[in-house]
């Protein structure tokens, strides 16, 4: 079955420019548009797309708090949210991830790499390069703990090799580079980082590599 994305942003030609890229592709369809984040909480729930392009900058909503509103508590469907900046730095893609965004683009990305990020996205894994993950958190560490905190109790609920693992993701490393690392197989790790989600709570990896900085098991600028 073909990926349902849902367009949003406040520019129609930069739509139509994603439109045609994604259409090409067989395994991908664009299911509708909006032009704000008060229009893709409608489309979200009339058409339940498999993932959601969204622009940061948008009137009326912005693309943070469709986010929040599209992947919390009470949401109306599967969809995952892909968030669209126009520079890597830029303070609002903390919150997006924050909010539930499973990861972020460059909006002068090549074509591949759209499409590419639409599909990693809707099989479930966190598209965030682990270069723009360090950067980010990096970026923010005046806003996040110093290590030096009490360490959350729902962190005690992880085994040692789970919390081994949460650093790992913290890191921006893929299952594969984290098996190697660990020198177990990758399907240990899916296990591992599936058990991270479910004890912690979370969506998935980019929230589990927030959560590891905000609780104060990884410092940032750390190694």
């Given at each position: 079955?073909?990926?349902?994305?849902?367009?949003?942003?406040?520019?129609?030609?930069?739509?139509?420019?994603?439109?045609?890229?994604?259409?090409?592709?067989?395994?991908?369809?664009?299911?509708?548009?909006?032009?704000?984040?008060?229009?893709?909480?409608?489309?979200?729930?009339a058409?339940?797309?498999?993932?959601?392009?969204?622009?940061?900058?948008?009137?009326?909503?912005?693309?943070?708090?469709?986010?929040?509103?599209i992947?919390?508590?009470?949401r109306?469907?599967?969809?995952?949210?892909?968030?669209?900046t126009?520079?890597?730095?830029?303070?609002?893609?903390?919150e997006?991830?924050?909010?539930?965004?499973?990861?972020?683009?460059?909006?002068?990305?090549?074509?591949?790499?759209?499409?590419?990020?639409?599909?990693?996205?809707?099989?479930?894994?966190?598209?965030?390069a682990?270069?723009?993950t360090?950067?980010?958190?990096?970026?923010?560490?005046?806003?996040?703990?110093?290590?030096?905190?009490?360490?959350?109790?729902?962190l005690?609920?992880?085994?040692?090799?789970?919390?081994?693992?949460?650093?790992?993701?913290?890191r921006?490393?893929?299952?594969?580079?984290?098996?190697?690392?660990l020198?177990?197989?990758?399907?240990t790790?899916?296990?591992?980082?599936?058990?991270?989600?479910?004890?912690?709570?979370?969506?998935?990896?980019?929230?589990?590599?927030?959560?590891a900085?905000?609780?104060?098991?990884?410092r940032?600028?750390?190694?």
């Open positions: 079955m073909a990926i349902r994305v849902l367009l949003v942003d406040d520019q129609p030609l930069l739509r139509t420019g994603f439109r045609m890229i994604l259409e090409a592709e067989q395994d991908i369809a664009v299911v509708g548009e909006a032009g704000d984040g008060l229009q893709a909480l409608d489309q979200v729930r058409l339940q797309p498999d993932v959601v392009l969204m622009d940061i900058r948008m009137p009326r909503m912005d693309g943070v708090e469709a986010t929040r509103q992947t919390g508590p009470g109306d469907g599967p969809a995952k949210v892909l968030v669209l126009t520079f890597d730095l830029d303070e609002y893609v903390v997006a991830l924050k909010a539930g965004a499973s990861g972020f683009l460059l909006k002068d990305a090549p074509a591949n790499e759209l499409v590419q990020a639409i599909r990693v996205v809707a099989g479930g894994e966190a598209m965030l682990p270069s723009i360090r950067r980010l958190l990096d970026k923010y560490a005046t806003h996040l703990p110093s290590g030096d905190e009490p360490v959350p109790d729902t005690h609920t992880l085994t040692d090799r789970e919390v081994e693992v949460l650093k790992l993701v913290a921006g490393l893929s299952n594969a580079e984290i098996a190697a690392d020198f177990v197989s990758e399907t790790v899916k296990t591992h980082v599936g058990h991270v989600l479910t004890k912690l709570g979370l969506r998935d990896r980019v929230q589990a590599a927030v959560y900085y905000e609780s104060g098991l990884v940032p600028g750390a190694q």
